[in-house]
């Protein structure tokens, strides 16, 4: 895998889907950040039902604590872990709201200091609310990165590391949500769709399926 093959995957995945974006549904950096804690060994469908009813009703790490815990299973008991995540949820908002004036914060360290936090979600919250070019590496991420040898690593780290590295500048914003969706539809876990695929051709995958 070179620059060149890399580069022209890239532009292919951009011509497809010039603007990509989470499936997951918010309009806040507020709401982006409870979605992707609630996340977390869930599906984007699950979490999108239940912030559909959550969010009109509390929105705010004020409001989230009005709710109190107890208030916000109600709402969360169908996404799983929902005990732990309401638990770490009500502290992020109180941290939030002593801390950071109710404003999510758009660094890393203070992200990753709340309570149900860790880089991955720290990454998602900076490079979706706030445009910055990190990258989220999940199952998927992680899958397309090593079967594609666009950014091969043992570890998540490694792999992330290695995209921010080796991704050309021009895509490093949207990469993220590129290879998320290709694994999530494309280069799925147990088959890839390798006929379907469009960067086919330039994929050093060796047990292609038709």
């Known amino acids: 895998m070179n620059k060149l093959k890399r580069t022209e995957i890239f532009t292919r995945l951009r011509a497809e889907n010039p603007e990509p974006r989470t499936e997951l549904n918010y309009s806040t950096p507020f709401e982006l950040l409870v979605a992707v804690t609630l996340s977390a060994q869930a599906t984007d469908k699950g979490v999108n039902k239940a912030t559909a009813k959550l969010f ?60 149900g936090v860790g880089r991955k ?8 609310a706030f445009g910055q070019p990190t990258m989220a590496v999940d199952t998927h991420i992680f899958r397309v990165a090593n079967r ?12 992330e590391k290695k ?25 799925v876990a147990r088959k890839p769709k390798c006929a379907a695929c469009i960067i086919e051709d330039l994929c050093e995958y060796k047990h292609k399926t038709e």
Not at 121 to 128: E, F, P
Not at 163 to 186: S, V
């Open 121 to 128: 979600t720290a990454n998602v919250v900076l490079n979706t």
């Open 56 to 115: 009109p009703v509390a929105n705010t790490p004020e409001a989230i604590l009005a709710l109190g815990e107890a208030g916000l299973k109600e709402y969360i008991k169908t996404i799983g872990l929902f005990n732990s995540k309401a638990a770490n949820i009500i502290k992020a908002c109180q941290i939030l709201v002593t801390q950071h004036g109710s404003e999510v914060p758009q660094e890393r360290a203070a992200l990753e200091a709340l309570p």
């Open 148 to 159: 594609t040898r666009i950014a091969p690593g043992k570890t998540v780290l490694e792999v």
């Open 163 to 187: 995209l921010l590295k080796l991704i050309p500048q021009e895509f490093l914003l949207d990469a993220h949500h590129w290879l998320i969706l290709h694994g999530r539809y494309t280069c």
